[in-house]
């Protein structure tokens, strides 16, 4: 099995700054993308940023210039980091990695992290 767990949630100011941090472990043969996602309340969950093995990024259009994701492959984590946040930018915020591993060994499968809360104030 494979687990993913995020850290780095919070309560901060518009304008203001946080760092999210997501590890994958168990049984990795390898991760291929690994994404931040969040969902505000009422609203479908949006991909936020992703970034794939060989650190190509792919932002969403109301983050670019603001957040900044990376990874460190040797730990197999992913980092995501929030600038300049905005009121618009509260929601809980999930990491997906899409992996390789043991269970299947050849498919490639998703997995999700229970979520941490970002909340902005106005």
């Known amino acids: 099995q494979v687990q993913v767990v995020e850290s780095g949630g919070g309560l901060v100011q518009a304008g203001g700054s946080l760092r999210l941090s997501c590890a994958a472990s168990g049984s990795i043969i390898s991760i291929n993308a690994m994404s931040w996602y969040r969902q505000a309340p009422g609203k479908q969950r949006e991909l936020v940023a992703a970034i794939s093995s060989g650190g190509s990024t792919n932002y969403a259009n109301s983050v670019k210039g603001r957040f900044a994701i990376s990874r460190d492959n040797a730990k197999n984590t992913v980092y995501l980091q929030m600038n300049s946040l905005k009121p618009e930018d509260t929601g809980v915020y999930y990491c997906?990695?899409?992996?390789?591993?043991?269970?299947?060994?050849?498919?490639?499968?998703?997995?999700w992290g229970q979520g941490t809360q970002v909340t902005v104030s106005s």
């Open positions: 997906n990695a899409r992996v390789r591993d043991y269970t299947t060994i050849v498919n490639l499968n998703d997995y």
